[in-house]
C-alpha cells in the first residue's frame, strides 16, 4: 500500500538557524499537505500542493512539491521559538484517504 | 475556519469497558469523517472512514467489531471502543474536510486522550 516517509525524525536547532523537512511518497501523489502539531494538540492544517512543481510561501515557511509529485518539503527560514512543534506532510493519493507521514519534530532553542 | 468538536477530551475506563467518543463538525456538514489513532510520539494512523448513511470503511488491521463507528448524521460521527484493554490507550483524534479556498482541508478535532486501566 501507499507509504509516505519523513525524515528527519526530529531536529534540534538554534533559533534563527533554517529546518527543513523532507517527504517521500512510494507513489505518485495527487496532492500532498502539511500540518502542524504542537505538544498535546491536535494537527493544524498549513498548505496544500497540488501542482507538479509546485513552490508556495507563507511568511518564512516555503513548501515545494516535486516534479514527479512524489516528494515534497517543508523549508524554515530563521527559526522562532514559536514553531516548535511537530510538522507532517499527508498524502493523497488515487484514494480520498490522506496517508500522513511519521512527522519531523523541531526543537527551537532560545 | 471550520470548528470539529470532540468529546470527551480525555476518559480513564476500567479494562473491559467500553467507551464512546463523539465527533461533532460545528459550523459545516461532513458526510464523511476519519478516526485516526495516534501513540505518543508517532504519527497518525488512519483507523476508519465514517461515512454518513452507510458502513465505515476499515483500514487492514483495525476491527471493525472492536472499533464501531456510527455516523448518525451529517455533523455526528462515534466512535465506540468495545471492551477496551490497556493496549488500546491512545490517543483517537477525528477529522472532517471541507474544501475551503480552493484546498480540501481536513479540520481535525481536538483528540481525546484514552487510558484503560
Known amino acids: 500500500g501507499q507509504q509516505v516517509m519523513q525524515i528527519p525524525q526530529y531536529q534540534h536547532v538554534q533559533e534563527g538557524e533554517d529546518f527543513t523537512t523532507y517527504c517521500n511518497s512510494s507513489t505518485t501523489l495527487s496532492n500532498i499537505q502539511w500540518y502542524k502539531q504542537r505538544p498535546g494538540g491536535h494537527p493544524v492544517f498549513l498548505i496544500q500542493l497540488v501542482k507538479s512543481g509546485e513552490v508556495k510561501k507563507q511568511k518564512r515557511l516555503t513548501f515545494q512539491f516535486g516534479e514527479a509529485k512524489k516528494n515534497s518539503s517543508l523549508h524554515i527560514t530563521a527559526t522562532q521559538t514559536t514553531d516548535v512543534g511537530t510538522y507532517f506532510c499527508a498524502g493523497r493519493g488515487s484514494s480520498y484517504k490522506l496517508i500522513f507521514g511519521s512527522g519531523t519534530r523541531l526543537l527551537v532553542r532560545p | 475556519g471550520a470548528v470539529v468538536s470532540q468529546h470527551p477530551s480525555w476518559v480513564i475506563c476500567k479494562s473491559g469497558t467500553s467507551v464512546k467518543i463523539e465527533c461533532r463538525s460545528l459550523?459545516?456538514?461532513?458526510?464523511?469523517m476519519f478516526w485516526y489513532r495516534q501513540f505518543p510520539k508517532q504519527s497518525l494512523m488512519l483507523m476508519a472512514t465514517?461515512?454518513?448513511?452507510?458502513?465505515?470503511?476499515?483500514e487492514q488491521g483495525v476491527e471493525k467489531d472492536k472499533f464501531l463507528i456510527n455516523h448518525a448524521s451529517l455533523t455526528l460521527s462515534t466512535l465506540t471502543v468495545t471492551s477496551a484493554h490497556p493496549e488500546d490507550s491512545s490517543f483517537y483524534i477525528c477529522?472532517?474536510?471541507?474544501?475551503?479556498?480552493?484546498?480540501?482541508?481536513?479540520?481535525f478535532g481536538p483528540g481525546t486522550r484514552l487510558t484503560v486501566l
Open positions: 459550523d459545516f456538514q461532513a458526510t464523511t
Open positions: 477529522s472532517a474536510p471541507r474544501r475551503l479556498a480552493g484546498d480540501n482541508e481536513q479540520f
Open positions: 465514517s461515512n454518513e448513511g452507510s458502513k465505515a470503511t476499515y
